[in-house]
T-cell receptor, first 116, second 115 residues
Framework: ETGVTQTPRHLVMGMTNKKSLKCEQH?????MYWYKQSAKKPLELMFV???????ENNSVPSRFSPECPNSSHLFLHLHTLQPEDSALYLC???????????????FGEGSRLTVL | AQKITQTQPGMFVQEKEAVTLDCTYD???????LFWYKQPSSGEMIFLIY??????QNATEGRYSLNFQKARKSANLVISASQLGDSAMYFC????????????FGTGTRLTIIP
């Protein structure tokens, strides 16, 4: 079992649908992240949560709505998406820099989203 | 300007040969960290190696080593004795400002190992 689990792995939705992506980390980390990976583009940071509080919103459109009920779970609620939102959405967690850690990110396998 | 530049979109390497994946970065910070990740076709990003800006020695992790040239702002990944399982996308990433935990990624290099 990986330390960061994402569901669903694949999702196809219409532009008027509402769906959610789920991420769960079993590593005891305090920071969680959503990244978007589109073809031939660098990974784009979307949101950062530290101790359940949102600390970064990288100018993400409001049709993406994150939720972090606790340090182990992170959701990305999707509504009225556009075809250009089709991408791989990666969740990650980190134990940060405290205690001499490097701040490396631990990623899930991603949720492949297709918007029709 | 790009923070992280990976100039090799794709590379083909014979099995058991060594391979170098290029990465240059742009920052005005004195304290920063550099990372390499591997992404197989399954999608998961796997952490490979880390280099801190103040580390004097090049980082090594098994078959992976990081050729850190600070003055040139270069952080190339070297994979020795490549294996078929090394075929994947490889991403270089940087964290600026110790205390800031965001990573900025390059566009990646697709490495294919030929039997």
């Amino acid at each position: 079992e990986t330390g960061v689990t994402q569901t669903p792995r694949h999702l196809v939705m219409g532009m008027t649908n509402k769906k959610s992506l789920k991420c769960e980390q079993h590593l005891g980390h305090n920071a969680m992240y959503w990244y978007k990976q589109s073809a031939k583009k660098p990974l784009e940071l979307m949101f950062v949560y530290n101790f359940k509080e949102q600390t970064e919103n990288n100018s993400v459109p409001s049709r993406f709505s994150p939720e972090c009920p606790n340090s182990s779970h992170l959701f990305l609620h999707l509504h009225t998406l556009q075809p250009e939102d089709s991408a791989l959405y990666l969740c990650a967690s980190s134990q940060g820099l405290a205690g001499g850690h490097t701040g490396e990110l631990f990623f899930g396998e991603g949720s492949r989203l297709t918007v029709l | 300007a790009q923070k992280i530049t990976q100039t090799q979109p794709g590379m083909f390497v014979q099995e058991k040969e060594a391979v170098t994946l290029d990465c240059t970065y742009d920052t005005s910070d004195q304290s920063y960290g550099l990372f390499w990740y591997k992404q197989p076709s399954s999608g998961e990003m796997i952490f490979l190696i880390y280099q801190g800006s103040y580390d004097e020695q090049n980082a090594t992790e098994g078959r992976y080593s990081l050729n850190f040239q600070k003055a040139r702002k270069s952080a190339n990944l070297v994979i020795s004795a490549s294996q078929l399982g090394d075929s994947a996308m490889y991403f270089c990433a940087m964290r600026e400002n110790f205390g800031n935990e965001k990573l900025t990624f390059g566009t990646g290099t697709r490495l294919t190992i030929i039997p």
